[in-house]
Each structure stands twice: as structure tokens, then as C-alpha cells.
């Protein structure tokens, strides 16, 4: 995030599902309704790291984006 200075975290997902199963699950069955809680985390994480570079301006949404999902067909 902060060498493109990005406001969105991209988040591996295969390391999620090694993580924990339950949480693979909701991410992926119920993004949109997990969604602002994840976007509230990542702004807690941010502010808790000091990213100054990225959170010039503190009302700043930090997105959060996941790769590596597995295709499922519904």
C-alpha cells in the first residue's frame, strides 16, 4: 500500500482459508455483508501502524480487495 501509495489492501485469500475456515466461508458466501466491517478493520489496522503516507487525511476509506478466491459456480 505504501510503495503505489494505495488506499486499498489487498488480501491473499488462500492465507484466510489457513487461517480459519468459518471466516473463509463468510467472506466468500457474504462479502457484501462482511464488507464494512472489513473496510472499518483495515482503517483501525492503518491507524494503529502509522501509515502516515496513506492516511494524510484521516477520513480516508481504506478498501480492502481479495485475490487468490476460489471460483465457485452458484
Known amino acids: 500500500m505504501v510503495a ?3 488506499t486499498t489492501m489487498f488480501v491473499d485469500f488462500s492465507h484466510v482459508m489457513l487461517f480459519k475456515n468459518l471466516l ?3 467472506i466468500s458466501d457474504e462479502f457484501l455483508r462482511f464488507e464494512p466491517h472489513l473496510k472499518n478493520a483495515s482503517n ?3 491507524m494503529e501502524c502509522r501509515y502516515n503516507a496513506i492516511l494524510d487525511d484521516v477520513n480516508k476509506d481504506i478498501n480492502v480487495a481479495f485475490f ?5 459456480k452458484k
Do not use: T
Open 44 to 46: 483501525r489496522f492503518v
Open 4 to 6: 503505489n501509495e494505495s
Open 24 to 26: 473463509q466461508k463468510a
Open 68 to 72: 487468490n478466491l476460489l471460483a465457485s
